[in-house]
Nanobody
Framework: QVQLVESGGGLVQPGGSLRLSCLAS????????MGWFRQGPGKEREFVTT????????TYADSVKGRFTISRDNAKNTVYLQMNSLKPEDTAVYYC??????????????????WGQGAQVTVSS
């Protein structure tokens, strides 16, 4: 069992930056592929990015490629999402998720076993 808690959300102006953190409780954090998803107002949940168990491999949605960076610190049981050059369309609730079924990256939400409660990110002037 893994519990995930996101932090770091908030209000930021277009072009600004935010860093989200997701702290995992429980054992063997390094055995989970981690991912970030988001759900904007009136939209379905969508994939943002994912990172392999050892942090060596990452995958990004085209909409965030070059602006967002995922990383993890297995010693701290934490995965991060650095978001730069934020746009109003990035406004959403951001969720971190953990999957025990893969070694590499996975972008399908139904493959994830555990989810955080979400962190609101609002990009507005």
């Amino acid at each position: 069992q893994v519990q995930l808690v996101e932090s770091g959300g908030g209000l930021v102006q277009p072009g600004g930056s935010l860093r989200l953190s997701c702290l995992a409780s429980g054992r063997l954090f390094s055995s989970y592929v981690m991912g970030w998803f988001r759900q904007g107002p009136g939209k379905e949940r969508e994939f943002v990015t994912t990172i392999s168990r050892d942090g060596a491999f990452t995958t990004y949605a085209d909409s965030v490629k070059g602006r967002f960076t995922i990383s993890r610190d297995n010693a701290k049981n934490t995965v991060y999402l650095q978001m730069n050059s934020l746009k109003p369309e990035d406004t959403a609730v951001y969720y971190c998720a953990a999957s025990s079924r893969f070694i590499g990256t996975v972008d399908r939400d139904y493959e994830y076993d555990y989810w955080g409660q979400g962190a609101q990110v609002t990009v507005s002037s």
